[in-house]
């Protein structure tokens, strides 16, 4: 098992230290990379409401990791907790939840490559960060544009890629998958991908208009079923006076 150790905090740590929630920077760099930053939160905030309270999931905010030291951050593009219970913040402070993230991602454009493969990946193996993943929206920086790692003996190891190019996260319990400029994700367990609000809508107005057709189809044959019991009651009927007159 890895040990998740962090950074001891100060004797006295002080609690009157402000920790910036911003430093000024652009999200992203292109359309490409804050859209694909913005969905992945999306689908994933979604996925773990629905299913587990104990799970946060966060992005492009600062990760502090020493109390009192606003310095020691960093602002994973998206992050995923275990343990802790979602909720808003405005900063995620690993000395008050007691973990650090189990699970990255880092959206890797031109400016932020090297940092993500050397700076960061130091930074995230250093706080027992379980899986690592890097993904470049437009394929320019990083070949393959999915990779994935895991944290084994405190060092990064690469996991092997499917051959569509997919990956499965095991903090995660899903299969990673890059379509165009997007990730996205499949349950396993579930049978199916997770959609985008806009898909689970339209999904669930196909769902809407299907039941209302069979709700019809089934009103129109209840009908029928009456008027055939109706009509045979009446051939009987006839029937029994037909042969009354005999």
């Known amino acids: 098992m ?13 609690d009157d230290v402000h920790y910036p929630e911003s430093d000024g920077k652009p999200v992203a760099e292109t359309d490409a990379h804050i859209h694909c930053l913005l969905r992945t939160l999306e689908l994933l905030y ?26 020691r951050r960093v602002a994973p ?3 995923v907790v275990r343990g802790v219970p979602a909720g808003y913040r405005r900063v995620y402070k690993v000395w008050e939840e007691g973990r650090a993230p189990d699970w990255v991602l880092e959206v890797s454009s031109r400016g932020t490559r090297h940092e993500d493969l050397v700076t960061k990946r130091n930074r995230y193996a250093a706080l027992g960060v379980r899986e690592y993943f890097l993904f470049d929206p437009l394929g320019e920086y990083l070949q393959p544009r999915l990779q994935g790692y895991r944290l084994v003996d405190g060092t990064y190891e690469p996991l092997a890629p499917a051959p569509d190019g997919s990956f499965t996260s095991a903090v995660l319990g899903l299969e990673v998958h890059p379509r165009g400029t997007d990730l996205r994700f499949y349950d396993p367990h579930a049978g199916q991908w997770l959609l985008m609000l806009p898909e689970a809508l339209a999904r669930a107005e196909e769902e809407r208009v299907r039941a209302e057709e069979e709700r019809v189809r089934a009103e129109e044959e209840r009908r029928r079923a009456d008027a055939a019991e109706a009509e045979l009651a009446r051939l009987r009927a006839e029937l029994a006076r037909l042969r009354g007159e005999r």
């Open 46 to 71: 979604e996925h773990f409401r629905e299913r587990d309270p104990q799970v946060y999931v966060g992005g492009n905010m600062f990760v502090y990791y020493e109390p009192g030291n606003t310095r």
């Open 2 to 14: 890895v040990s998740r150790s962090v950074t001891a905090p100060p004797r006295h740590p002080p």
């Open 77 to 79: 593009d998206v992050f």
